[in-house]
């Protein structure tokens, strides 16, 4: 499950990887859209729309991500605790969300008036200030058809971290204690995490 899959860089992976079946969901019809044009050729993803706080799906995943999605939603830990519930019993799930003062400081001040503006002017305003991010262009370093199809690398993601927290509606930072709060409130046997902040783990088997 790619809970919140936006482009569909991580869709695409999970089955390049050799997943038997990847649900993609997003909220978002143009994300799901770009999504499903990345993965095309993939028979193995599937795409649903749908808010990733009320995940209409079965208990039937062997393995949930969401990379860099819940720091956008209204409510974090609900969205957390949505993704686990769509886990079968000794299923997994890896999350990464934004650390304090991950973003670029320019973010906070900037975003009163860049959340009223057009998201194409606020691109433009990215690449003034130094923080370009084009996603249609081909990646930028030649590492073969993977990183092709992941699309435009930005070694330090700093790009699409400026113009993401510049437009986006919801938009927050969260500690390692907090996600693994998440973790010990939703039952999730805690395997490793990073101080980046990402966290992987376990559901009990039973």
Do not use: K
Not at 100 to 123: C, F, K
Not at 136 to 141: E, Y
Not at 194 to 202: E, Q, Y
């Amino acid at each position: 499950l790619d809970a919140g899959c936006g482009e569909g860089r991580f869709t695409w992976l999970a089955a390049a990887l050799g997943a038997a079946r990847v649900v993609a969901v997003d909220d978002s019809r143009e994300a799901l859209r770009r999504a499903m044009a990345a993965a095309s050729g993939a028979p193995a993803c599937e795409f649903v729309r749908a808010d990733i706080l009320n995940l209409p799906l079965r208990r039937v995943f062997d393995y949930a991500f969401s990379l860099g999605v819940l720091h956008h939603t209204p409510d974090s830990a609900r969205g957390f605790q949505s993704i686990v519930g769509c886990l079968r019993p000794g299923g997994h799930v890896t999350v990464f969300v934004y650390r304090p003062w991950s973003l670029p400081w320019v973010v906070w001040p900037l975003r009163r008036l860049t959340r009223r503006m057009d998201p194409a002017r606020v691109l433009r305003l990215c690449d003034a200030l130094g923080f370009g991010y084009d996603a249609a262009r081909p990646a930028t370093v030649p590492l073969g058809r993977l990183l092709r199809r992941l699309g435009r690398l930005d070694v330090l993601g700093v790009g699409r971290i400026t113009f993401e927290g510049l437009t986006t509606p919801d938009l927050r930072e969260h500690s390692l204690a907090e996600v693994l709060d998440w973790f010990s409130d939703a039952g999730v046997e805690l395997v490793s995490s990073t101080p980046m902040v990402s966290a992987s783990g376990r559901l009990p088997d039973v």
